[in-house]
C-alpha cells in the first residue's frame, strides 16, 4: 500500500481578490449617496431600489470572490513520493529576482494609490455627476481632465498594489511550505 502526499499550496489571486473587493466595498461606501443618484438617474429607480442593487451588486461580487477562492483551493495535485511532492512545491517558490520585482511593485503602487486617493475620493461625485449628464442629456459637460488622470492612477495603483501583495504573502507563504519538510 503507497501513502499518498498531498501539495497545497496556496493559489495566487486569493488575496487580490480579498484586497480588491474590500476597495471595491470602501469606494462603495464613501460615494454611496452619489451611487444611488447615479442609479435613480440611469435606470429611473426609486432610492430604495438603488439601494438594494447596491447592496445585492456587493453581496454577487462577494459570494463570486468566494467561489472562486473556495475551486481554486480545491485543485491541488497528490503525489506517492515524497520527493516528486517537493520538487512540486519547490517549482511554485518564484525567483529571489521576481519576488524582489514584486516587492518594488508592491512599494511603488502602494505610494501611487495612497498619493491618488484623497484626489480621488474628493472627485469621486463629480465623476458620477457627468455619467448622470450623459444618461439624461447625452453631453457630459465640463469635467475636470486632472480628476480623470488622478482616478485613473488611483485605480492602476490600487490593483497593482493588491497584485504585489497576493505574490508577496503568497510567494512567502509558498516558501515556508516548501521549507517544511
Same mark, same amino acid.
Given at each position: 500500500?503507497?501513502?499518498?502526499?498531498?501539495?497545497?499550496?496556496?493559489?495566487?489571486?486569493?488575496?487580490? *481578490? $480579498? /484586497?480588491?473587493? @474590500? +476597495?471595491?466595498?470602501? &469606494?462603495?461606501? =464613501?460615494?454611496? %449617496?452619489?451611487?444611488?443618484? #447615479?442609479?435613480?438617474?440611469?435606470?429611473?429607480?426609486?432610492?430604495?431600489?438603488?439601494?438594494?442593487?447596491?447592496?445585492? *451588486? $456587493? /453581496?454577487?461580487? @462577494? +459570494?463570486?470572490?468566494? &467561489?472562486?477562492? =473556495?475551486?481554486? %483551493?480545491?485543485?491541488?495535485? #497528490?503525489?506517492?513520493?515524497?520527493?516528486?511532492?517537493?520538487?512540486?512545491?519547490?517549482?511554485?517558490?518564484?525567483?529571489? *529576482? $521576481?519576488?524582489?520585482?514584486? +516587492?518594488?511593485?508592491?512599494?511603488?503602487?502602494?505610494?501611487? %494609490?495612497?498619493?491618488?486617493?484623497?484626489?480621488?475620493?474628493?472627485?469621486?461625485?463629480?465623476?458620477?455627476?457627468?455619467?448622470?449628464?450623459?444618461?439624461?442629456?447625452?453631453?457630459?459637460?465640463?469635467?475636470?481632465?486632472?480628476?480623470?488622470?488622478?482616478?485613473? %492612477?488611483?485605480?492602476?495603483?490600487?490593483?497593482?498594489?493588491?497584485?504585489?501583495?497576493?505574490?508577496?504573502?503568497?510567494?512567502?507563504?509558498?516558501?515556508?511550505?516548501?521549507?517544511?519538510?
Amino acid at each position: 500500500m503507497s501513502s499518498r502526499h498531498a501539495a497545497w499550496t496556496p493559489r495566487f489571486g486569493t488575496v487580490r *481578490a $480579498l /484586497v480588491l473587493y @474590500g +476597495l471595491l466595498a470602501l &469606494v462603495v461606501r =464613501r460615494g454611496d %449617496a452619489a451611487f444611488r443618484e #447615479t442609479l435613480r438617474t440611469v435606470f429611473g429607480v426609486s432610492e430604495a431600489t438603488a439601494d438594494q442593487a447596491v447592496f445585492w *451588486a $456587493l /453581496v454577487v461580487v @462577494g +459570494l463570486v470572490v468566494a &467561489v472562486e477562492t =473556495r475551486r481554486q %483551493a480545491g485543485s491541488e495535485p #497528490t503525489f506517492t513520493l515524497k520527493a516528486a511532492r517537493q520538487k512540486y512545491l519547490e517549482s511554485r517558490v518564484p525567483t529571489p *529576482a $521576481l519576488f524582489a520585482g514584486y +516587492l518594488i511593485l508592491l512599494a511603488a503602487s502602494g505610494y501611487v %494609490a495612497l498619493f491618488a486617493r484623497d484626489v480621488f475620493f474628493a472627485r469621486l461625485d463629480n465623476a458620477l455627476l457627468v455619467v448622470r449628464r450623459v444618461a439624461e442629456s447625452g453631453d457630459p459637460g465640463s469635467f475636470s481632465v486632472e480628476a480623470l488622470v488622478f482616478g485613473a %492612477a488611483f485605480v492602476v495603483g490600487a490593483v497593482a498594489f493588491a497584485h504585489a501583495a497576493d505574490r508577496v504573502l503568497l510567494a512567502g507563504i509558498r516558501k515556508l511550505v516548501a521549507a517544511r519538510r
